[in-house]
């Protein structure tokens, strides 16, 4: 008998919802984390009295009531609807791609006219099954769109022309022939009153969680401990990127404090020009309807990554997609370790996925 019955590497929200459920059912847990902090990416810091999204901006939405009804166990969600503005060159435009786009973009005041516009410029470029992200593009909200308000800001973000980016990506984004600037297709969206840190702390609520642990650096030793491992760091550095590495795309911030209490009037402002170096500018208090007196923004910078950087986007290209088949292969052949999470799945993930996911496995293992 070992000591745990499961180690959780890693304390963001795949491993904590794990360890929570695990928990919960009366398994002993341990969660280590080679950060100094739990939450993993979704982890918010005070600075002025102002939640900070440090490793990037979340937005909660699902439409899975079940992943609802479980997070909203931990926190108090807020009714924040995500509503980014695009900047272009000074040009402000609504997003996602609906009427009040599209009434800016081309004067056009009906839906009808706005699809026939649309439906031209596909034409014009000729684009009959759309084959990369510039073509799906360009077939879903047409040429001046294209141009303005996906071109500079996809290549900025991704290092790559749009034409050799896979058209999934920009299937994210919803276009509407309604005026309507929620980004989200979800039933359910908000922000966790308080930030997403206390929300974790709160799950991870009676669980032993060690912190500044580098499971790589002591392995044998944590291995011996738990009966089984529940893995979400990066699936190709556990097998000592014996394969070759798997690429994302890192993001870096420059957080400014202000003092004013609105610098831009909204969450989200995307630069979506390519000139502008930064892809876009989060001021984190209108995430929470902040009426602090000062405020701080961050300014977000795509970049390519190399080992040792910060992971943030996995490629999700024929080439990596291959390579982590072979490593999931692998991962399938190591008994009592299971992959989990954006990193150990090589998935570009929302939240409400991973917790889905996280829940599934712990059906698997006897602890929902
Ligand atoms: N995108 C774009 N213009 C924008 C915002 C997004 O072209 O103003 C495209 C871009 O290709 C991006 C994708 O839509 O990679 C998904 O963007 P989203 O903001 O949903 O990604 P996040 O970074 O929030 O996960």
Known sequence: MKKYDYLVVGAGLYGA????RAHKAGKSVLVIDKRSHIAGNVYT??????????????????NDKEVWDYITDFAEFNRFTNSPVANYKGELYSLPFNMYTFNKMWGVVTPEQAERKIKEQREQAGITEPKNLEE??????????????????????????CKELPAFIIKRLPVRLVFDNNYFNAKYQGIPMGGYTKMVENMLDG???????????????????AE??????????????????????SVRFETEVLDMPNYQGNAAVNYTDSETPYTRIIEHKWFEFGTQDKTVISKEYSSEWKVGDEPYYPINDDKNCELYAKYKALAEKESNV????RLGEYKYYDMDAVIASALTLCKKEGVR
Do not use: M
């Open 17 to 20: 919802v794990f360890a929570e």
């Open 45 to 62: 810091e005070s600075i002025e009295d102002i939640n900070v999204h440090v490793y990037g901006a979340h937005i909660f939405h699902t």
């Open 136 to 161: 799906q593009a360009i077939s879903l909200v047409g040429t001046d769109i294209y141009e303005k308000l996906i071109k500079g800001y996809t290549e900025k973000q991704w290092g790559r022309p």
């Open 207 to 225: 669980v032993e969680v060690r912190l500044n642990e580098d499971y790589f650096d002591k392995k044998d030793y944590y291995d011996a401990l």
């Open 228 to 249: 089984k491992v529940i893995y979400t760091g990066a699936i190709d550095r556990y097998f000592n990127y014996k394969l070759g590495v798997l690429e994302y795309r």
């Open 338 to 341: 299971i992959f989990g999470g």
